[in-house]
């Protein structure tokens, strides 16, 4: 599978760094001309444009065929300089946000929609996978913390447009009617006029109201079916949890105290909203990290320290508890599959 590491910045230096990546990784057939990336080989066709707004906001145009799967990964920047959103057209979910695997816990918060949003800050490690022979049509929205500031007064502020002023923001929304017609407009529109900036600002600004409305809706309904009144704390603590696996406990009562909340009362809504306990929750998330590493060819002991187990055996019975299989077996057939190369 292709890896394309790459940054999705405000300005244009980041989509030429882009351009190049995919030049070396897919070779001829592949041409930058104003702000397009052009695909047509074998390998992947269709375009790529790039749009800077103002040196706040800025929009990318992904509609392109791969003809094998391919990881957008992204960079991440240590401080929330900007926040994007990707809107996805495809019929399936193909947008994910996750520090290795997690997509099956967020299908909860909408991911089962026929269209899907993913919302980030930069400091969080992003990723969205390419359907292999599927023609993908995404748009990216990106905007830098005070770019909808002239727009949300202070007294108007919510814990939603709050959302786009702090860190570690992640999270996922089903897309409305109306931000379905508005992307698609976007994407299908190529008017190369003197009011293309105009048009593309206006419907940038349109979505991003719209997806705001549709989190908080959204952030309600869930409030509602658990109780919970800090649902975006909740999840950014959930976020740190699942960032470092280097411990071999969490501490809950830090947890709780960063959510503003008792030990007991944490616990009882990290289970309602992620539907495992806290500590389960993150040995599971701790062992499907540490099993892609070991598909990626890391050594068993070496991924047992990294993830935080005090010995290599507690490591191999806690893996093969959860999925009937030794570390070893998988290291095995990693070496084979490298030999056979």
Known sequence: MKEIVTDWGIDMAHFQSLYKKVETLYGEGVTLKDNWIHFDN?????EVGFFPLNNRLSIMKLDVLFSEAVNFKRKTIENPDYYACLFSLKEGVDLHAFDIIEEQEWNRFGLHARHSVLYFSSDVHTLFRVTPNERIKVLIVVFTSDALSDFLPVKH???????????????????SAGMIDVVTDILQNDMLNDYQTLYLAGASHMILSMLMQQ????????????GIHKVARIIQIRNLLVNDFSKENPRIEELARKAQMSVARFKMVFKELFKLPCYQYYQRHRLLAAKQELTLGKSVTETAYEFGFNSTSNFCVAFKKMFNISPREIAKTKGKIDSAL
């Open 42 to 46: 074998n390998f992947a066709k269709g």
């Open 157 to 175: 502020q919510n814990s939603v447009s709050q959302l786009f002023q702090g860190s570690t923001v992640k999270g996922y929304a089903s897309m």
């Open 215 to 226: 989190i908080e809706k959204e952030s309600e309904r869930l409030e509602q079916s658990t």
